[in-house]
């Protein structure tokens, strides 16, 4: 059957090429209905309570995570012209269509004459540099607004910027940064823009850029790789064509069935011309082979070719898949779509591998025979060492990987948000800027519930005692995170009393409260809900690991239980569900690692059938694993996503070369070969191709390496890293073990 459907697309090569030309040309309409979504929430957990209750408290008080700060540093922070200009700056932001509210050194002027700046555009009004100065101070100082707007040192000023709800996607955010920028950048001073949107739409716009940065130097590390092995422009080519083609099929079908480009999915197309090239290079490694053995008949070798190939390539290219299908596991959408495309793609290469690559050698009458050599001196020595020193080769590894393994127990899955940013990149130093001067970026939300269904019912947040538990929860936030910044109804009480003159003793009062209910702009009225049973404290914090803020929850809890049986508190925002997902993504990606491994052991064993085999295998493949995990504890790196998604992908990859090794090896014992003999035709004949297509993924992945963007940039690393080690055990270990163990001679 295989041999009759194989020998059709070699005597028609030409039907079968244009065949596969017309149904890429078929997917390829379908390209135009891709659509982009990088919202964060793809990442959330949909099974989670934290998740349900994030955003039950979007539905109260809006979005949270849609704040800008905007930071100037003025040559003279006292200058007339200076203010003229920022003035000006806070009336045209807040004419853009898309901003909420505004908070600048201005704001606190309309309610409190002592903030009054004066007369700045009236150049015959004095101008006073003290009189600004104490002013400028009295801003300073102001509960609600100052450490916000002014530094402590008054040398930087800030701008809070609130974008509207439905300006939350990546174009109208990136229109609307643009937009301030201009605004800003006319003005005198320097400026430093940051907050969670500017995070997302630069992190957008890494991903963006990074499939149209690393797509040429892939194709011309592949083309300079290729071009060297084969010299052959047909054998160059014709992979080429076959990851371009399953990237265009995949596209295609995605645009099909309406599944988007996310946060997640962005890089798949990059992926795919990584892993998806292997399965052509084998099938012309081993055509090449074959003619060097008989010339007379190309038809021929190509189709002893693709009868030996095709099982080999079918079951490597579903090892690889198995590690992308394990990610399925988790309960986070877009991770499951990753895994589910990026299996398909490994599928789709090899069904245009075995229908391309063989028509297209056939139809261009690309018959040059010989061997490849590029390795030949490597491999050699490789073949004659290995079965004089079989326990060397053994005992090193083991005693490397027993070594990391005792380093694994160290290892750390803590990680925070700004984890995703290297220390020298422009956008972590302007967070940590931010954060020096203005509190942190990260939205965190501590909600005062009131319980219905106790004493609570007849009662509201709004009556005067309930406010010094809000006050309790506030001051606890400060001390414990000391560079935030916090707004609740009682910084603005706090500042209603300063502004009257009273002294902190002086208990609230119906009278101050509605006073703040009459006076202050929507986004202050939204700290308390319109049931007005919750109040609301919203905070700008610097970065936390999450047992930092774990640490931080379960104060607030302890705090919670001196409150009466009526008040509940509950911590929410983007922070707390962001580190909790990442937490439950690490545990879940590692599981996945678990399911992988399992998934092709059972193929493995349907394989090989022999324990000693599968056991040489299983070995040789977990001790890269065990390596790259103790290599990340020694240099003190945490688990995080990219890093813990790695394992089971870059299994799933690494298992091929061990399977291509263990399926030629037995064919060799087959033909009556002893073991020794078998290693070392296996090594000769098997290797070079292992060693290609090996190449081609590290070099491939380490193009990751050029990306701003952290996980990225992680991924590449260790992907290179484990199928490089991957491949050394392939090429050391595994023959060292097929020659020790016993009973692996069939």
Known sequence: MIEKFFRIIITNPRGTFLSVIGLTVMWALFLPNLSIDFSIEHLFSQNDPAVERYFSFRDEFGREDNVITIIYEPIDPIDRGLFKELEKLTYDI?????????????SLSDIDTKAWLGDIYNDDQAWNRDTILTKLKYIQSDPSIGSRVLSNDLRFGAFMLTLSDDANNHQDRSALLKKIKKLALDTSPSWTFSGVSVLRTEYVRYMLRDNFLFLPPIAIILISILGYVFRNWVFVGLPLLTVLITVIWLLGIMGLFGLEINIMTYIV????????????????????????????????SMLLTMVQMSKVIFLTSLTTSIGFVALMTTSINIVQEFGLEIALGVMIAWLVSILLVPSGIMLFESFEKGKDNTFSPLLNWLSNVIPRHPWAFI??????????????????????????????????????MTEKYFGGVLPFEVLLRLDQKNEGKNKTVLDPDIF??????????????????????????????????????????????????????????????????????T?????????????????????????????????????????????????SLVNSLGIALLFISIVMAFMFRKKSILFASLVTNLIPIFTVLGVLSWLGVSIRPPTAMTFSVALGIAVDDSLHFLLRYRKELKQGMTRVEAIRATIMNTGSALMITTTILV????????????????????????????????????????????????
């Not at 807040?94 to 201005?106: P, R, W, Y």
């Not at 000391?482 to 119906?510: C, H, P, Q």
């Not at 009278?511 to 308390?528: D, Y």
């Open 94 to 106: 807040e004419d853009i269509n898309g901003v909420a509210s505004v908070v600048s050194v201005f």
């Open 269 to 300: 197309p990059t992926l795919l011309f990584i892993i998806g090239i292997s399965d052509a290079i084998h099938i012309q490694a081993r055509f090449r082979e074959n003619l060097a053995r008989d010339s007379s008949n190309p038809c021929e």
């Open 395 to 432: 005992i090193i590894p083991l005693i490397i990987s027993f070594t990391s393994i005792y380093k694994i127990k160290d290892l750390s899955t803590d990680a925070s948000l700004m984890d995703d940013l290297r220390p020298q990149n422009k956008l972590y130093h302007d967070l940590k």
């Open 468 to 537: 010094p538990f809000l006050e309790d929860v506030e001051d606890l936030l400060k001390e414990e995170l000391m560079e935030s910044r916090f707004f609740s109804m009682s910084t603005l009480l706090r500042s209603i009393k300063r502004m009257r003159g009273d002294e902190d003793s002086v208990s609230y009062n119906s009278e101050m409260i509605n006073q703040i209910l009459g006076g202050r702009s929507k986004q202050q009225l939204q700290l308390v809900n319109s049931d007005q049973n919750t109040l609301r404290i």
């Open 539 to 587: 905070g700008l914090i610097e970065n936390k690991t999450s047992s930092e803020m774990e640490s931080i929850y379960t104060k607030l809890d302890s705090l919670s239980k001196s409150f009466p049986p009526y008040l509940e508190i509950e911590c929410t925002g983007t922070t707390v569900v962001a580190l909790r997902t990442n937490d439950y993504l690490v545990q």
């Open 699 to 746: 070099s491939g992945f380490s193009v990751l390496l050029l990306s701003a963007f952290l996980p990225t940039y992680q991924f590449g690393l260790l992907s290179a890293g484990m199928i490089g080690t991957a491949l050394l055990c392939d090429l050391t270990l595994l023959p060292a073990l097929c020659l020790v163990l016993p009973n692996n001679n069939t």
